[in-house]
């Protein structure tokens, strides 16, 4: 066994001991609660962080396509790896995993892969050449205690959220795979049976007095420890007894009918937040188109003249409208730049007067005024101004 951080003296032993005989926890819980649990999720599918109480976990799911073994060429595999860092607990050494490593990821190997809990024959790609490895890499954050516990329940998030990417399979001989881009094709989650919870009990002094969910100071007290892996159902996958004090079978039995309720709570708990979890990222996935505004163009009006001195504002209007704007009374001037305007085209219009005409000998006068050119301002007059013109000139 590893070496403890933390050795309690035997005051602190007996002040433990004692307060459990009359259900009392220094945590100030009841002896069969858990502490306060929270998952959280990354912003990869496949990653998750498990808090349990102090204890902090995180689980992170990856795939990759190998060849299958002999005697199983239709399954895919699944595999448990466990990260001890020194960050966590200085008793952690860095190198090889030690013997609390590799009990834990035995233990949730045991509970996975025993009870069928994930579909192994849906990773098969092509039977004996092709299958998906999944790998589970659990890194000890911080060590609060009941590190089994909260590990379990961070892979169990983290391959509920994994997607891998979908692959097809094609090519002459059929036996080639094509893995296609996730922005291709929506990647594709794992099949999930159930989730296997793993619950566990810490014994004291003969065994009488059990507690669950236990802390670190009362790992370093406990006399032994057993640890049931049970799903939602009651189904029994898994059970560990890693030596210590030895426990009768009623107890073993009252033991599962504890973890079967706990297990029922924390399913609906990581289901729940894996549905959140899904739902945000549906919702961020969705590609909104902007929404396309007119731009306003401003135009400035133009002004002509009338013959009473007025001046008309003119707009880019239909012909129909402009009708409607030649029976609106017309605009009065309010500033020197109408004023200036004005004058400006009263001189145009002597010079356009002033010229001689180039009609031949003979016309009419009708055809020399149609020959003759006329001003910016004829051109928009109404038709009777015109006429009204025509007859003064005469």
């Given at each position: 066994m590893m070496d403890q951080r933390w050795r309690p003296t035997v005051n602190e032993r007996e002040f433990i001991e004692h307060a459990l005989q009359s259900d009392l926890r220094i945590d100030g819980r009841r002896p069969f609660d858990f502490r306060k649990l929270k998952i959280a999720f990354g912003r990869e599918d496949g990653s998750a962080?498990?808090?349990?109480?102090?204890?902090?976990?995180?689980?992170?799911?990856?795939?990759?396509?190998?060849?299958?073994?002999?005697?199983?060429?239709?399954?895919?595999?699944?595999?448990?790896?466990?990260?001890?860092?020194?960050?966590?607990?200085?008793a952690f050494e860095p190198g090889r995993p030690g013997e609390a490593a590799i009990e834990l990821g035995r233990v949730i190997d045991?509970?996975?892969?025993?009870?069928?809990?994930?579909?192994?024959?849906?990773?098969?790609?092509?039977?004996?050449?092709?299958?998906?490895?999944v790998r589970v890499d659990l890194h000890i954050l911080d060590n609060g205690g009941?590190?089994?516990?909260?590990?379990?329940?961070?892979?169990l998030a983290a391959l509920c959220t994994f997607r891998r990417p979908e692959c097809t399979v094609g090519g002459d001989d059929g036996q080639q795979v094509t893995v296609h881009d996730p922005e291709v094709r929506d990647p594709l989650p794992l099949a999930i049976h159930h989730l296997p919870i793993a619950v566990t009990f810490a014994y004291f002094g003969d065994g009488n007095i059990m507690v669950l969910d236990p802390t670190y100071k009362e790992e370093a007290v406990m006399g032994g420890r057993m640890t049931a892996t049970i799903n939602s159902n009651g189904d029994v996958c898994s059970i560990q007894k890693?030596?210590?004090?030895?426990?009768?079978?009623?107890?073993?039995?009252?033991?599962?009918?504890i973890a079967s309720v706990k297990a029922a709570d924390i399913t609906s708990k990581i289901k729940s937040n894996v549905d959140e979890y899904t739902t945000e990222k549906a919702v961020r996935k969705v590609k909104r188109t902007?929404?396309?505004?007119?731009?306003?163009?401003?135009?400035?009006?133009?002004?002509?003249?009338?013959?009473?001195?007025?001046?008309?504002?003119?707009?880019s209007k239909t012909p129909n409208d402009a009708q409607d704007t030649s029976k609106d009374p017309p605009a009065k001037p309010n500033d020197k730049r109408h004023e200036d305007a004005k004058s400006r085209l009263?001189?145009?219009?002597?010079?356009?007067?002033?010229?001689?005409?180039?009609?031949?000998?003979?016309?009419?006068?009708e055809a020399k005024e149609s020959v003759s050119p006329k001003s910016l301002k004829d051109a928009v007059k109404p038709k009777h101004k015109r006429k009204k013109k025509q007859h003064g000139k005469s």
């Open positions: 962080e498990v808090e349990l109480g102090e204890t902090r976990v995180m689980g992170y799911v990856t795939a990759q396509l190998v060849q299958p073994y002999k005697d199983r060429p239709n399954e895919g595999t699944l595999a448990i790896f466990t990260e001890f860092s020194p960050m966590a607990d200085p045991r509970g996975l892969r025993e009870s069928r809990a994930v579909d192994m024959e849906s990773l098969c790609v092509v039977a004996g050449k092709h299958v998906w490895s009941n590190l089994i516990d909260a590990a379990n329940i961070a892979a890693a030596g210590g004090e030895g426990v009768t079978s009623s107890v073993i039995m009252q033991c599962l009918r902007p929404v396309l505004v007119a731009k306003k163009n401003d135009v400035p009006d133009i002004t002509m003249e009338s013959n009473d001195g007025a001046l008309e504002s003119q707009t009263s001189e145009s219009n002597l010079d356009v007067e002033s010229m001689p005409n180039s009609g031949i000998a003979g016309e009419s006068d």
